[in-house]
């Protein structure tokens, strides 16, 4: 079973719309949440990178929070834009991990449209 | 600064061919990893290295093999192609394996195998 789990699964919003996306995870300990962006056909990109003592964390329009209690966390992206459109991943480490220092979410596919 | 570099960008097997997926960073980043991608997951780890001379299994090692003689090179090899390897492939390095360390990830290699 999947110990990171991302909804929904796809979005489209309206370009200057507002959108948050879901990440909930079972994994334990917990290192630090990472959100990705993922244009289609390149590598994921880091959005923002937060530990459990963080609650939120902003990079332009993208602000990450994060409920280390609940083990949840969300991303808000505000006024989106057409380049916003890409799939976003959650990302989740633990320090016990030999090989599954990173265990990553399926994504959420956002499509921003005109 | 080019980063994490991946050639092919493309490439098609017939079932039973052999190649090697080359990677390579120029950030002098210890941990290099190899990710495979398929429709609705999310990323799977297929091999990791702490560093030169060391690597070690990830999640899905089976059919792959790797090698890391220079800190730069982190080349995937696909030995007896099947039809369950066609993925999108992501070769992904870092300073450490843990903390807020940022991973950086190539574009990928699209393989299919028919």
């Known amino acids: 079973k999947n110990q990171v789990e991302q909804s929904p699964q796809s979005l489209i919003i309206l370009e200057g719309k507002n959108c948050t996306l879901q990440c909930n995870y079972t994994v334990s300990p917990f290192s630090n949440l990472r959100w990705y962006k993922q244009d289609t056909g390149r590598g994921p990109v880091s959005l923002t990178i937060m530990t459990f003592s963080e609650n939120t964390k902003s990079n332009g329009r993208y602000t990450a929070t994060l409920d280390a209690d609940t083990k949840q966390s969300s991303l808000h992206i505000t006024a989106s834009q057409l380049s916003d459109s890409a799939s976003y991943i959650c990302v989740v480490s633990s320090p016990t991990d030999s090989w599954g220092k990173f265990q990553f979410g399926a994504g959420t596919q956002v499509v921003v449209t005109p | 600064n080019a980063g994490v570099t991946q050639t092919p960008k493309f490439r098609i097997l017939k079932i039973g061919q052999s190649m090697t997926l080359q990677c390579t960073q120029d950030m002098n980043h210890n941990y290099m990893y190899w990710y495979r991608q398929d429709p609705g997951m999310g990323l799977k780890l297929i091999y990791y290295s702490v560093g030169a001379g060391i690597t070690d299994k990830g999640e899905v090692p089976n059919g792959y093999n790797v090698s890391r003689s220079t800190t730069e090179d982190f080349p995937l090899r696909l030995e007896l192609a099947a039809p369950s390897q066609t993925s999108v492939y992501f070769c992904?390095?870092?300073?450490?394996?843990?903390?807020?360390?940022?991973?950086?990830f190539g574009p990928g290699t699209r393989l299919t195998v028919t």
């Open positions: 992904a390095s870092s300073y450490l394996g843990q903390g807020s360390y940022e991973q950086y």
